[in-house]
């Protein structure tokens, strides 16, 4: 019982730690601006070369910005199913 919540914390630990990095790529990937904070309106504009996805799909952009949300949520699932089997193993539930 106490290895699966020693595990089950670990798991939760890292996952959400991982949040923030993801959201950053995510954003990264699905960005509409330049490094200037100026909006893309095309690739060949100076700093848009990563826009590619945004200009090409803006509806591919937006389901990528909900990555990091989904993700989180797995991670909330997971430490919900770690507590219950722990204590469903020590017979409280």
Do not use: D, H
């Amino acid at each position: 019982m106490i290895a699966n919540l020693i595990g089950g914390f670990i798991a939760i630990l890292l996952g959400s730690s991982l949040v923030a990095p993801l959201s950053t790529e995510v954003n990264t990937a699905a960005t509409s601006t330049n490094s200037t904070g100026a909006t893309c309106t095309s690739v060949t504009q100076g700093g848009c070369s990563n826009s590619a996805l945004y200009l090409s799909s803006g509806w591919g952009a937006t389901v990528l910005k909900l990555v990091p949300g989904f993700f989180a949520l797995s991670i909330l699932g997971i430490g919900i199913a770690v507590t219950y089997s722990s204590l469903r193993e020590a017979g409280v539930v």
